[in-house]
């Protein structure tokens, strides 16, 4: 977390604010553990394999009801899909805007998806090849690895903009992702 | 007590036996040769590539998969999985 700023709990004036609820947490780790586990450490063609596969997709499921029926920040009306919002998103940081938004920002809430749907497309692929009438055709296991290989990218966007909103923002989000509360600077409006 | 072991065994060894391909089965040492005998034992052969060192094929028969993975050189069966 080198950019984030260090020892900024309690620091003068700061709200911590409770917005990720343990639920999201969960999720959000359980789906890291399973890319991790699943991309690095077993064997493509093991029962592992497809076991940690269907818990990715199960936490998915969880969370997508959890976007219907879970606390405020963790519904999809707080973080809709919207690139017109995404793109101004990034007008405002270029602009100067110093508002903190306490569910996702609309860059990130794009990333949310993103990451989402791939993980379904992987898992749909993945299903796909161990059933009879696709064992063995080679586009849907073509499919299952640019999913990865998308995956993998969306991984290195989603830290990296976690690290750059950190730094912009003053808010530690992988902490908050970890406690579940974030700590807004004082003079930062909230939305 | 011996029946019911027979019965047991022959169970389990069951999915197997669908597969009827053993470590002495010679399938041939190129993918035209593999696919035309899989093909002659009634194997849909899905894919066939060179897969660490060995030649792998992805076949299906009545209604089950397998990997069928055959050593180039002497070009018997090495690995059976079925799926």
Known sequence: MGLTRASDRGRAGARDIAVWDPLVRMVHWGLALSVLVNGALTDEDGIVHEWVGYAALGLLAIRLMWGIVGPRPARFASFPPSPGAAVRHLGGIVGGDRTVHLSHNPLGALMVYNIWLTVAALCATGIMMGSLRFFGVDWVEEA????????????VLHVGGVLFDSWRSGVPLARAML????????DRPVA | MKTFALIAAMALAAPVLAMDLSGDTVLGTTEAEITAKLTDMGYEVRKIEAEDGKIEAYVVKDGKMAEVYVDPVSGKVAKLEAK
């Not at chain 1, 406690?179 to 600077?185: E, L, M, N, Q, W």
């Open chain 1, 144 to 155: 299952h690895e640019a999913a990865f290989s998308w995956l993998m990218i969306s991984v």
């Open chain 1, 179 to 186: 406690t579940g509360r974030k700590s807004v600077p004082a």
